[in-house]
């Protein structure tokens, strides 16, 4: 067992302490057998691998904290409860991707390989799919044709620069690709932003100096504490969720800096405003819009936020309370908001943790649940019922991990 020493500030610790159901590593988990298919007939196949579930049977998750999108429209869940890497086809009909459901780092044709816990996702030009796998302290692909392999990292936590296994991570946590099929990693537990080149498995390190702080300037004297979520723009720029300042971090790796996009690190809440004139509380997750628009998901307030290329910070959705209320910009709920990625049509797609649900937010800022039955579970089947209104408003807590213990880091002693 590996140990660790809390080197947090007491607010950490008392954020940690007001947060129910931590997770317990050892608790083995009933899962629906992940090789059950949906039958869109709703007929009673009798092929091997299709489900005879009755035809509005809805897909389950447990605590999804990660998504990406193909460039047909399809959705890719990182369902870290399941550790399993679940797809919502365009066509409205969820199935298991990759893993079996238990904790594991074997690589292997799609339900023959395991993950444990994996948080960040991406997806390149060829549909290979990329996966930050947390607790393994590994990055993974998944090939258009469905095989794992590990691209990075070794179960054991450094910070160490290499090729392949021989490189270390401490909970890397999101994981971003550029054009060129180069990663870009936030290795949480580190303070640091990696980059992998796919085609060797070289990792090097970006920007940081696995100090916590929040410094800004060239980009290997600059300080994170914390980064999770992370995404590019069309020019290459990086953008970081900072998550233990309450910053929005960006990355100009072309001019060699570091600098603050928005919030203030000696704030902690929602403060709508101009750059540092703005705050977070605990911002988690990052995506950008065509446009140079930087959305942001807060998992404490339960809001989703925007940031204009020109600094400006507003909320989007949500209204600060915990739920699952669909509806229009301030007037929706979530409930512990914790992955975002954002389709060309300026559509927003939620992973709502604690409800166990995805949701989409139009440019307009409609809020819908487009995915999930709202129990924690690992059923396939279709997104949402053909022959019923489900009322979702009830929040459903994470029964498996509180999403703090997901997401704060401890750093190494």
């Known amino acids: 067992m590996k140990l660790f020493h809390l080197k947090q500030p007491s607010f950490i610790l008392l954020l940690l302490l007001a947060m129910a159901c931590f997770f317990t590593a050892c608790t083995k988990k009933n899962i629906t057998p992940i090789t059950t298919r949906y039958n869109v007939t709703g007929g009673t196949g009798t092929t091997t691998g299709i489900d005879t579930i009755k035809a509005d049977s809805m897909a389950s998750f447990n605590a999804p904290t990660a998504l990406a999108l193909d460039a047909a429209g399809n959705i890719y869940v990182a369902d870290y409860g399941n550790n399993l890497i679940r797809k919502i086809s365009t066509t409205g009909v969820v199935s298991t991707v990759a893993g079996n459901g238990n904790q594991g780092s074997l690589n292997g044709q799609g339900t023959a390989s395991s993950f444990n816990g994996p948080t960040g996702l991406a997806v390149d030009a060829s549909d290979n799919i990329f996966v930050a796998d947390n607790n393994n302290n590994q990055i993974r692909e998944i090939s258009a044709a469905g095989l794992v392999s590990t691209v990075a990292g070794s179960d054991s936590i450094g910070a160490v620069d290499g090729i392949g296994a021989a490189a270390y991570f401490f909970g890397p946590t999101g994981v971003a690709v550029d054009a060129s099929d180069n990663l870009y990693v936030t290795d949480a537990g580190n303070n640091l932003i990696r980059k992998v080149v796919v085609s060797t498995g070289a990792v090097s390190t970006l920007a940081g100096n696995t100090n916590p702080g929040a410094g800004n ?12 979520g992370i995404a590019l723009d069309a020019s290459g720029n990086i953008y970081v969720a900072d998550l233990l300042n309450n910053l929005i971090r960006e990355i100009q790796p072309h001019a060699d800096t570091v600098f603050t996009l928005a919030g203030n690190a000696d704030t902690t809440a929602s403060i709508n405003g101009t750059g540092t004139a703005a705050g977070f509380y605990y911002p988690n997750s990052v995506a950008v819009d065509a446009s140079g628009n930087v959305y942001v998901s807060e998992y404490i307030s339960n809001l989703i936020r925007k940031i ?4 400006v910070v507003t909320t989007f959705a949500g209204s600060g309370a915990a739920g699952q209320a669909d509806s229009t910009g301030t007037k929706a709920t979530f409930n512990g908001p914790s992955g975002l990625a954002i389709d060309a049509a300026g559509n927003l797609y939620v992973a709502d943790t604690y409800n166990n649900v995805i949701r989409k937010i139009t440019p307009a800022g409609v809020v819908s649940t487009i995915a999930g039955n709202g129990v924690a579970g690992a059923t396939n089947g279709r997104a949402l019922s053909l022959k019923r209104h ?6 459903h807590k994470l029964t498996n991990r509180s999403l703090s213990s997901i997401l704060i880091k401890k750093q190494r002693h």
């Not at 204009?308 to 600094?311: N, S």
Request: charged fraction near 5%; hydrophobic fraction near 30%; aromatic fraction near 10%.
């Open 390 to 395: 489900l009322n979702l408003h009830v929040a």
């Open 217 to 228: 300037g060239k980009l290997l004297s600059s300080s994170f504490y914390n980064p999770t």
């Open 308 to 311: 204009t290329p020109g600094g």
